[in-house]
C-alpha cells in the first residue's frame, strides 16, 4: 500500500505563494498517476491536479490553471505542487492522491489564504 505524506502548508495572504510537497512511499516497479485534491470548508472534495507517471499528460482544474505547477520526482518520489496568486477561495484542505488501486489519499494538509 503507498503512503502519501504532504508537507508545506500554512497560512498565507492574498496574492503570495506557497508550495506543497507530498512524499511518495511505495514498493519499486509500480506506474500511476499522482496528485492534489482539496476540500474547502462547506464543500465538497475536487481535483486541482493530476500528472501522470511520465509528466506528459497534467489536468488542472479550471479555477488553478495558470496559478498552480504541478510536477512529479520520481526518484526523489516527491510530488510538488507549486501554487501562485492565491486567492481566499484556494482556502482548503490538500490531499496528495495516487490512482492506485484502491486509490490512495495521504492526510491531509491545511492552506489559509486570507485578505
Known amino acids: 500500500q503507498v503512503q502519501l505524506v504532504e508537507s508545506g502548508g500554512g497560512s498565507v495572504q492574498v496574492g503570495e505563494s506557497l508550495r506543497l510537497s507530498c512524499a511518495v512511499s511505495?514498493?519499486?516497479?509500480?506506474?500511476?498517476?499522482l496528485g492534489w485534491y482539496r476540500r474547502a470548508p462547506g464543500k465538497e472534495r475536487e481535483v486541482v491536479a493530476i500528472i501522470s507517471w511520465t509528466g506528459d499528460r497534467i489536468i488542472y482544474a479550471d479555477s488553478v490553471k495558470g496559478r498552480f505547477t504541478v510536477s512529479r520526482d520520481n526518484t526523489k518520489k516527491t510530488v510538488p505542487l507549486q501554487m501562485n496568486r492565491l486567492k481566499a477561495e484556494d482556502t482548503a484542505i490538500y490531499y496528495c492522491?495516487?490512482?492506485?488501486?484502491?486509490?490512495?489519499w495521504g492526510t491531509g494538509i491545511q492552506v489559509t489564504v486570507s485578505s
Open positions: 492522491y495516487a490512482a492506485t488501486q484502491p486509490d490512495a
Open positions: 511505495d514498493r519499486p516497479g509500480r506506474v500511476y498517476d
